[in-house]
């Protein structure tokens, strides 16, 4: 048992925030802080592989990302294109040409960043995977992305809601551990799987809204802009929900999301 003063001593990096890559939604108090886990959610193609990747990418610490929806190919040429600001087409066209050496030089400043691409990882394969970091570079990442929780096997007989909360809950349980920040991304239910209405905290799938301090929806509200309702956050303002949104500019052919 601990005082709050030496507990808060004993926890280290815990709460402190990642560099924020979107200035406008940190003005608005939304932060990635260490040993914490956040949920972005998303109808298909609406932006949330984006937003982790930017993140990723530009927050410039330790990452370990799991990749079970893409495979290796596809976050390739999401990456080259981010960093490149060429098309995804383009992209894709320089990868069959087979001359990469343009974009291998873009990708090489993420030495930070580590892959895994088990297309269902199971907790015990994730918990393998930091536990390795953690012996290979004698500290733990300073950011984790599992995406997404929907293809993480949940170790339990029932693969349902009640599988979704175990892997939420070990998740929440991770960050805290090991003081790293984790970004699980998710899918929002059939409602609002188009992208075209702001999604409220009960639109996702499986209600995991309870362990995640940090809770963002995404949708489209016009060409070339993504919604980013702020449905939960336990560090910002306490009027959280479906009416407090911050819009961004959206360019998913060069996996663009900027202010």
């Keep these: 048992m601990f005082t709050l003063q030496r507990a808060r001593a004993k926890a280290g990096d815990a709460g402190a ?3 924020n890559p979107f200035r406008r939604l940190a003005r608005e108090g939304v932060g990635f802080r260490r040993g914490e886990l956040s949920l972005i959610a998303a109808g298909p193609g609406v932006g949330k592989s984006a937003i982790a990747l930017r993140l990723a990418v530009e927050a410039k610490v330790s990452t370990l990302y799991f990749s079970a929806d893409s495979d290796a190919a ?6 080259a294109a981010m960093l490149s600001g060429r098309e ?13 050496r343009y974009l291998d030089s873009k ?16 907790l015990d394969l994730i918990e393998a995977n930091v536990k390795s970091w953690a012996y290979v570079y ?4 300073e950011l984790i992305v ?62 995991i809204s309870k362990k995640p301090a940090l809770v ?36 998913l052919a060069r996996m663009l999301i900027t202010d």
């Design 146 to 207: 599992v995406d997404n929780v929907g293809d993480v096997s949940p170790d339990v007989e029932d693969g349902g809601h009640i599988g979704l909360e175990n892997v939420m809950s070990y998740l929440a349980d991770l960050a805290r551990q090991t003081t790293a920040h984790v970004c699980a991304l998710h899918h929002l239910t059939g409602e609002y799987d188009d992208g075209t209405q702001p999604p409220p905290l009960s639109a996702l799938k499986g209600k």
């Design 216 to 251: 963002l929806n995404l949708f489209r509200p016009d060409v070339g802009k993504l919604g980013v309702v702020i449905g939960k956050n336990r560090h910002g303002r306490p009027d959280v929900g479906n009416q407090y949104r911050v819009t961004l500019n959206s360019d």
């Design 17 to 19: 925030e990642l560099p």
């Design 138 to 141: 004698g500290n733990y990442p």
């Design 88 to 100: 995804m087409h383009e992209i894709a066209a320089m990868v069959e040409s087979g001359d990469t």
């Design 74 to 79: 596809i976050q390739y040429e999401r990456a």
């Design 107 to 122: 990708l090489a400043g993420l030495r930070k960043l580590r892959w895994n691409f088990d297309s269902s990882p199971s």
